[in-house]
């Protein structure tokens, strides 16, 4: 990431505000701004297969009992707006062939994921694929509820709505009992 660009552009913002930007509250601002940007928008320095190398450590196990791990808090950016979509809660599921990851991976592959200027459709997509290169397991299954403030803060203002999205693939892909029994525990 170019640090003098956004720090700029955060310049340009604000100016564009109508802002002073010798006001004392102002005044270091663009620094604040790029520095927030810089750790919300980590994940943009790594692809799916450099997050699946990172966290993809794996045990060799003889299973194929479903693995969950839910409740997962993240945000992320909608690539639109660069909106915060807050209140997010991710559970991912996946079915062991031969081999597990730590527990502690998962939650930490969602939020490198999420943080990247994104929608939370690709979100739930990338992170089966990283679950998936991870594990070698192609059963993956990812939910996400969130808040986007693109719709709660402006537009048409619903304060309560929420968005949910349901990523598929392997067997859960066509498989109502595998997503009911996912479903069941999330």
């Known amino acids: 990431m170019n640090q003098e660009l956004i720090e700029q552009g955060a310049r340009l913002l604000l100016k564009g505000f109508g802002e002073d930007l010798n006001r004392p509250g102002i005044i270091e601002t663009p620094k604040r701004v790029t520095k ?4 919300m928008l980590e994940g ?9 190398k990172m966290y993809g450590k794996s045990f060799d196990v003889d299973t194929s009992q479903m693995v969950i791990v839910k409740d997962i808090e993240a945000f992320s950016l909608c690539e639109h707006h660069l909106a915060l ?7 991912v599921g996946y079915i062991p062939k031969g081999k597990v990851i730590g527990l502690s991976k998962i939650p930490r592959i969602a939020e490198l994921c999420c943080k990247r200027l ?3 459709e690709k979100i739930g997509e990338d992170i089966a694929e990283v679950i998936s290169l991870a594990t070698g397991s192609d059963d993956v299954i990812v939910h996400i509820k969130s808040k ?3 719709v709660t803060a402006r537009g048409i ?10 990523t598929t693939k392997g067997a859960f892909k066509d498989n109502l009992g595998l997503i009911q029994q996912f479903k069941n525990d999330v």
């Open 36 to 39: 927030m940007y810089i750790e």
């Open 118 to 120: 994104q929608l939370q």
């Open 148 to 150: 986007h403030s693109c």
């Open 85 to 91: 979509m807050y209140d997010m809660n991710i559970s």
């Open 44 to 52: 943009m320095h790594y692809t799916n297969e450099e997050i699946a």
């Open 157 to 166: 203002k619903s304060r309560q709505s929420s968005t949910v999205t349901l």
